[in-house]
């Protein structure tokens, strides 16, 4: 793996602004995209009991063609709260379908769980839809911002260490294990199942289907990157910014 400078210096810069942000009762959100699931009758890793003569029939190989569509879950992980979010995406995995899944979170769960709360801290990879590159992420960062009145504070996990990502061992993990051995049949099924993770230290997890057409290859003009209500810190700005209501 390539060397980044900084590296350990960020991880800590992430530890010391969350400890922060918890201690203040501000709610603090690891997020991601778990991995594309193809929709249907497909074998999957793992074994799943059923009467003996009962098997369940799958297809061997996961061809595209033969599925009912695709699963895309994008998780938003409650560190204080230690319960979670899932919107299971139809469509693409676009900034968009990111933000509209924080969002969902916050309606859902967050508002509630924090009603004094006057900024987010959200932490993130640098890569995919919610990285640091993106415009898009930003712009729609920033509308949240201003249908909330939360001061949005994001921190990306340098190159190349997603899996030190939070959500990746105390949700994804935890849902990879609950639905081992089963076959993905129908997206009721998948919601069902992420629904269904628990873990022994008391992990909620909520999930909805998100049908909601996501657009790709949206480009912004160079006045609409300007407007865009964002500070970068003086430490390495390409991560850490924020985003004024």
Same mark, same amino acid.
């Given at each position: 793996?390539?060397?980044v400078p900084d590296r350990d210096a960020q991880f800590r810069?992430?530890?010391?602004?969350?400890?922060?942000?918890?201690a203040a009762g501000d709610p603090v959100v690891s997020v991601d995209t778990k991995k594309k699931e193809l929709v249907g009758a497909f074998e999957r890793d793992g074994r799943e009991w059923h009467p003996k003569g009962q098997p369940v029939e799958v297809n061997a190989y996961a061809f595209p063609h033969l599925a009912d569509g695709k699963a895309i879950p994008y998780g938003v992980y409650d560190l204080a709260g230690n319960s979670a979010w899932v919107s299971v995406g139809i469509d693409h995995d676009?900034?968009? !379908? =990111? &933000?509209?899944?924080?969002?969902?979170?916050?309606?859902?769960?967050?508002?509630?769980?924090?009603p004094k709360a006057r900024r987010l801290m959200i932490t993130a990879d640098c890569g995919g839809s919610n990285g640091n590159r993106p415009w898009l992420w930003k712009?729609?960062?920033?509308? !949240? =911002? &201003?249908?909330t009145g939360l001061e949005i504070v994001v921190c990306h996990l340098p190159p190349g260490t997603s899996k030190w990502n939070k959500i990746e061992h105390r949700l994804f993990s935890q849902i990879s294990v609950n639905?081992?051995?089963?076959?993905?049949t129908t997206y009721a099924t998948i919601v069902s199942l992420i629904a269904n993770t628990t873990t022994t230290t008391?992990?909620?997890v909520r999930c909805e289907l998100d049908p909601a057409d996501y657009p790709t290859k949206i480009q912004l003009t160079r006045a609409q990157r300007e407007s865009v209500p964002i500070e970068r810190e003086a430490f390495h700005g390409e991560w850490n910014y924020r985003s004024f209501r």
């Open positions: 793996m390539v060397a810069h992430i530890h010391d602004l969350a400890a922060v942000f918890l676009t900034s968009q !379908f =990111a &933000v509209a899944s924080i969002g969902r979170w916050w309606d859902e769960m967050g508002r509630e769980k924090y712009l729609e960062l920033a509308a !949240f =911002a &201003v249908r639905w081992r051995g089963r076959p993905l008391g992990l909620v």
